[in-house]
């Protein structure tokens, strides 16, 4: 796949490759693409991964099952978002606004 965009529209809008919505389909996420010309938006979601990644991948955990990861990575997102308040409305948790 060369691109993940192969046309780009007016504001947020875009058509995205049909083998990379396949793959996104696939993952279950929705891709959401960066502005053109617009780097620092690229770098927000990569510090997004990072925080990710440090919060609830560090040290590298094993599991004797899939089933046995998707249970300790719910339980420690709602954990999290019991904890973490609201970026904009502070005096809730993110679990309480959701």
Do not use: Y
């Not at 796949?1 to 793959?23: C, D, P, Y």
């Not at 770098?43 to 990861?69: C, H, K, M, Y």
């Amino acid at each position: 796949m060369k691109t993940a965009v192969t046309s780009v529209f007016t504001g947020k809008e875009r058509v995205f490759n049909r083998r990379f919505l396949i793959m996104t389909d696939h993952c279950m996420v929705e891709p959401t693409a960066c502005s053109p010309a617009a780097g620092w938006e690229k770098g927000q979601v990569e510090n997004q991964v990072q925080t990710i990644r440090g919060r609830f991948f560090q040290p590298r955990l094993r599991f004797a099952s899939l089933e046995d990861l998707n249970g300790w990575l719910e339980a420690e997102c709602r954990r999290w978002a019991e904890r973490q308040p609201h970026p904009e409305q502070g005096e809730l948790t993110v679990a309480q606004v959701l």
